[in-house]
């Protein structure tokens, strides 16, 4: 089993910055990927951000330009999400995910962590 540990949400102002930490541990002895998910009220969870082991790296359209996920240690497990230019709409849990292998879905979550941002 893979363990995942989100901090770094909190209260922010439109126009601000945040960065969420995520830290996985147990069996990552394989990691094709990390990733971050938001689910805002009222909305279905959705793909925010992910890095490869190869460093490649994918956002969706909403956060592009404006989200950075980086990894924060060499064996890749664990990231940092930086949101810039945040805006009302990016209120959410953030949960982050761990991909083993490729081809596969993401078969472990964390918690989550609360964003909220006022405008």
């Known amino acids: 089993q893979v363990q995942l540990v989100e901090s770094g949400g909190g209260l922010v102002q439109a126009g601000g910055s945040l960065r969420l930490s995520c830290a996985a541990s147990g069996r990552t002895f394989n990691t094709y990927a990390m990733g971050w998910f938001r689910q805002s009220p009222g909305k279905d969870r959705e793909f925010v951000a992910l890095i490869r082991t190869t460093g490649d790296t994918s956002y969706a359209d909403s956060v592009s330009g404006r989200f950075t996920i980086s990894r924060a240690n060499v064996r890749n497990t664990a990231v940092h999400l930086l949101m810039n230019n945040v805006k009302p709409e990016d209120t959410g849990i953030y949960y982050c995910?761990?991909?083993?292998?490729?081809?596969?879905?993401?078969?472990?979550w964390g918690q989550g962590t609360q964003v909220t941002v006022s405008s």
């Open positions: 995910a761990y991909r083993p292998y490729a081809g596969t879905e993401w078969p472990y």
